[in-house]
């Protein structure tokens, strides 16, 4: 009899570990068929402080741009994986300040990551890049040998061989990369790129500073866009007049943090956005930002903004 109970106690023992198993695989698996599986583009402005951290997301691929401050990187490890996330297509990191490249070492650490896009070494001229850069590449071999990345990392440039920027697509969703300044300000290093998902457009500009906005406005490039990514978290030091014309956006999004030492956004630069009534969205303000593209619609959040087709 005593040993007819203690086997009805392994067996309802073996029972609750398989309904906990199997209740975590279904969450699991819901949260992976809701959010990557879907044939829409998802947008995710991460609320990271000061700092700055974007996710796309297009039919199960993944690109995160930046991973916030290092203070934050727990932030961003987490709300991927909340999304059922475990894979990053493209970690592309604009330029190696701590408040964009200081939690690449949770990515690397957490996630298997199969492309990392950052400007060469050779056009690293300050100790802080440095720092960062070596940060990355430590992490990105620790990865390798113990973590989710068992085969090597992709570490790619934005430029070709030929020193031409280049194009390459998420999903459905195509990304042209606009400018890579190789000078001695750290800020103009950002990698500039525009998405385009059918008729819907996004320009994310990084830090980039006034510098590189008049060169774009002089090139050839379609800067022309739904929604404009503000450079260096609406510093005075970019989104002049003539570039806000060039780009033309119907909304803005601001990644800064509240009551930011640096007064993030610059009164001037929210006086040129309200003066166009460009619709501004920003972190300090709303916490994470969520923008959805789906059948010609764009939803941000839970609010219906635009109907890109007319219909």
Same mark, same amino acid.
């Not at 930011?260 to 610059?266: I, S």
């Given at each position: ?89 493209? /970690? ?151 570039? /806000? ?62 109907? /890109?087709?007319?219909?």
């Amino acid at each position: 009899m005593r040993k007819f109970k203690r086997i009805k106690i392994f067996v309802l023992i073996i029972l609750i570990f398989i309904y906990i198993f199997l209740n975590r695989y279904i969450e699991f698996y819901k949260n992976t068929s809701k959010i990557v599986s879907r044939d829409n583009l998802e947008i995710h402005i991460i609320d990271v402080k000061q700092s700055e951290s974007v996710l796309i997301i297009q039919n199960g691929h993944t690109m995160l741009v930046d991973a916030g401050l290092n203070s934050e990187g727990e932030k961003v490890e987490k709300y991927i994986k909340d999304l059922g996330i475990d894979t990053i297509d493209v /970690l592309l990191i604009t330029h190696f300040h701590r408040d964009h490249a200081g939690g690449v070492h949770n990515i690397l650490r957490a996630f298997k990551v199969k492309e990392v896009m950052c400007l060469e070494y050779e056009n690293i001229t300050t100790l802080q890049e440095m720092f960062w850069y070596f940060d990355m590449r430590i992490a990105k071999k620790v990865s390798e040998v113990f973590g989710k990345n068992k085969s090597k990392v992709s570490l790619t440039l934005p430029y070709d061989e030929d020193g031409n920027l280049k194009s390459f697509t998420i999903g459905n969703a195509s990304i042209e990369i606009l400018s890579q300044f190789k000078e001695e300000n750290v800020n103009n290093k950002s990698i500039v790129f525009k998405l385009v998902y059918d008729d819907f457009s996004m320009l994310f500009m990084g830090d980039a500073e006034k510098e590189v906005e008049e060169k774009l406005v002089k090139s050839d490039c379609n800067l022309s866009s739904d929604i404009l990514k503000i450079g260096h978290h609406g510093s005075q030091t970019s989104t002049t007049s003539e570039f /806000l014309d060039k780009v033309s956006p119907e909304y803005a999004v601001i990644s800064c943090g509240i009551n930011n030492p640096y007064n993030h956004p610059d009164k001037n630069v929210m006086k040129r956005l309200n003066e166009r009534k460009i619709k501004v969205y920003r972190t300090d303000e709303m916490g994470d930002i969520v923008i959805t593209i789906n059948n010609g619609h764009i939803q941000l959040n839970k609010e219906q903004l635009k109907n /890109l087709k007319g219909v």
